[in-house]
């Protein structure tokens, strides 16, 4: 089955240090990753993406993402966490299911960051 | 920039009532989805459309319908809403393609009572 685990509910961080939040994901031929953050009831915004290429993905608000196919990982990561950046994040995978593209999400990551 | 407009941020429904959730994008993508988020669940995929009138049920489609007559609009429509409705429920809207991403709205936090 096809499917996206974000095995940590909650990820927690003191503003300045560095940040990961971890992705794993099944799905049959090659995967193309996005991550999503959503900010208190608000709709999720486009993080980044991994297509093909170079194996560490730079997207928005300072945000990168490195892919690791034998690990079947795609985590997100940023060098130095701001308050501002809690929220809840969401890793996907589009597999070709059923005769379409779709997108499956896994269940979030809320990210505290602490003054 | 890409639009996805929800009709309502809001909304309150008694339980049986026939209940309407609008969206309209305005970047001309093919594809547009309804989304149900749950916590602890993600987001849970009931029904999308890569086309006018042509909708596919996606993981939990029932207790739902859709309707899409025009390409930026996309309906969702809770038959006879049910407590366990209560959620919130997200659009998305993508171009075609394995390697595009999709555009959410804002979401409405819908309450059955």
């Known amino acids: 089955a096809q499917s996206v685990a974000q095995p940590e509910d909650q990820v927690n961080v003191a503003e300045g240090n560095p940040l990961t939040v971890k992705c794993t994901y099944s799905?049959?031929?090659?995967?193309?990753l996005f991550w999503y953050v959503q900010y208190p009831n608000r709709g999720l915004q486009f993080l980044l993406k991994y297509i093909t290429g170079d194996n560490l993905v730079k997207g928005s608000y300072g945000f990168e993402a490195e892919f690791n196919k034998s690990q079947t990982s795609f985590h997100l990561k940023k060098p130095s966490a701001l308050v501002s950046d809690s929220a809840l994040y969401f890793c996907?995978?589009?597999?070709?299911?059923?005769?379409?593209?779709?997108?499956?999400f896994g269940a979030g990551t809320r990210l505290a960051v602490h003054p | 920039d890409v639009k996805v407009t929800q009709s309502s941020r809001y909304l309150v429904k008694r339980t049986g009532e026939k209940v309407f959730l609008e969206c309209v994008q305005d970047m001309d993508h093919e594809n547009m989805f309804w989304y149900r988020q749950d916590p602890g669940l993600g987001l849970r995929l009931i029904y999308f459309s890569y086309d006018v009138k042509m909708k596919e049920k996606g993981d939990i489609p029932e207790g739902y319908s859709v309707s899409r007559e025009k390409k930026e609009r996309f309906s969702l429509i809770l038959e006879s809403a049910s407590t366990n409705q209560t959620s919130m429920y997200l659009c998305?809207?993508?171009?075609?393609?394995?390697?595009?991403?999709?555009?959410f709205g804002q979401g409405t936090r819908l309450t059955v009572v």
């Open positions: 996907a995978v589009k597999a070709f299911s059923g005769g379409y593209n779709k997108l499956i």
């Open positions: 799905v049959s031929g090659n995967p193309y």
């Open positions: 998305a809207s993508s171009p075609d393609g394995r390697n595009t991403e999709a555009f």
